[in-house]
């Protein structure tokens, strides 16, 4: 059985594991066009932390497959779903809106303002890799929805001039990509586990990571 990079184990650890975080960068900005100085995940792969995780008796709701945060607070969560389930816009909402508002009130964050507790709050990526038809199959692969006047198309923006929540979804079934980007290699990394000679140098790594694993 060949294991890819849709597993949970193995894209967890390629995405947060040690040395890994140049691969989580690219991957944000080749699918979201978002390029961060800094992309720090909240918690790195550790088997010991996940089966502690995964041995819990009682679970309310699953977390977020990847969550990292960039220099200017703003966060990112990558989710990997190769089945479709019940009510998944929402889900995917409800995941960003909770890390968008998790750290109102933090006095440590680096944007508090003084007896504000909105201040912390930054602007929160949603990035949904998923496996299964969610559109019709000749719209775009990587489709991404923000905050926007539905009359003018302006965009919401913060008081830093920047969007506030931004939700994207990549699709490893919609064929409607371009075949010269990046993301054309990543989807096709993502569905055979392997990458072309002509891929960027970080989805070699990424390959020969997986592969290792």
Not at 26 to 50: C, M, N, Q, W
Not at 66 to 73: H, S, Y
Not at 129 to 134: A, G, P, R, V, Y
């Amino acid at each position: 059985m060949q294991y890819k990079a849709t597993n949970d184990l193995i894209f967890k650890k390629l995405m947060t594991g040690q040395g890994s975080s140049h691969i989580l960068k690219a991957f944000v900005r080749d699918i979201l066009g978002k390029e961060f100085k800094t992309l720090i995940p909240r918690e790195t792969y550790h088997i010991d932390s996940y089966k502690k995780t995964f041995n819990k008796t009682k679970i309310l709701r699953t977390e977020v497959d990847v969550l990292a945060v960039a220099e200017d607070g703003s966060q990112v969560t990558i989710e990997m779903q190769v089945n479709p389930h019940q009510f998944f816009e929402e889900r995917a909402i409800f995941y960003l809106a909770n890390v968008y508002t998790s750290p109102f009130g933090d006095e440590e964050a680096k944007t508090y303002v003084e007896s504000n507790n909105y201040s912390p709050l930054c602007p929160a990526y949603g990035i949904n890799i998923i496996d299964f038809d969610l559109f019709e199959e000749d719209e775009d692969a990587i489709q991404t929805f923000s905050l926007r006047n539905d009359k003018t198309y302006k965009p919401f923006l913060n008081k830093r001039k920047q969007k506030i929540l931004m939700l994207c979804f990549f699709s490893l079934k919609n064929v409607n990509i371009e075949k010269s980007s990046t993301a054309y290699h990543w989807q096709r990394f993502f569905n055979t586990g392997e990458v072309s000679n002509d891929a960027p140098d970080y989805l070699k790594e990424a390959q020969r990571i997986t592969d290792y694993h």
